[in-house]
């Protein structure tokens, strides 16, 4: 009788085992960064036409956008025409248009794609975002024939619902009122992860 017990309670003890592992493997799901900006201009066809414009004024631009998902920012990634040390880029509440979180990026070489890691951000699903850069400086991206773009356009798990700029300066954050649809000036965008 006594050996029952030692085999039952060794069995017990097995199950929870397997039972509390795969759980475990239940929580390491681990899902792939998205960076949405080429879906972004192959869907709204702005990835024909690329001119770079520097120093002609000072502008907060960028395009608004709802994940699809629960998920979160990893890094920012920007390539502008020009250097600038201090590029701030921003995060904003679209329907409060407050600010999230702004983060500075080093951009050292004119044309080429910096990324910098950050703490990440949390996205809820549904809920739409603003994300902007403060620069005199842009990449501006339009159709060949100048048509405009039909919002919103899926891009991965980001679905982007809209692109504007206002006048700003550097020391200022503005939110962008300046809705357009026949270009996009960047190039501005992040690393999104899924998270459940």
């Not at 949390?122 to 501006?140: C, P, R």
């Amino acid at each position: 009788m006594k050996a029952l017990k030692t085999i039952l309670t060794l069995l017990l003890i097995a199950v929870s085992t397997v039972s509390c592992s795969s759980d475990d493997d239940k929580d390491a799901v681990k899902y792939n960064e998205e960076n949405p900006l080429d879906a972004y201009m192959a869907g709204s066809g702005f990835s024909q036409k690329a001119v770079d414009v520097k120093n002609s004024g000072i502008y907060e631009y960028g395009f608004s956008f709802k994940p699809t998902v629960t998920g979160k920012i990893n890094s920012l990634i920007v390539k502008i025409p020009d250097v600038n040390p201090t590029l701030r880029v921003t995060l904003w509440d679209a329907a409060t248009k407050t600010v999230i979180k702004s983060e500075t990026i080093n951009v050292a070489t004119a044309n080429v794609t910096v990324e910098k890691a950050i703490s990440p951000i949390a996205l809820t699903k549904d809920k739409e975002y603003f994300f902007t850069v403060n620069s005199d400086d842009w990449i501006n991206r339009t159709k060949t024939d100048g048509s405009a773009a039909t919002y919103p356009i899926v891009a991965g798990n980001i679905t982007i619902t809209g692109y504007a700029y206002i006048s700003s300066t550097a020391a200022e954050t503005i939110f962008p009122t300046n809705a357009r649809n026949t270009y996009y000036a960047g190039d501005v965008t992040f690393k999104f992860q899924q998270t459940e």
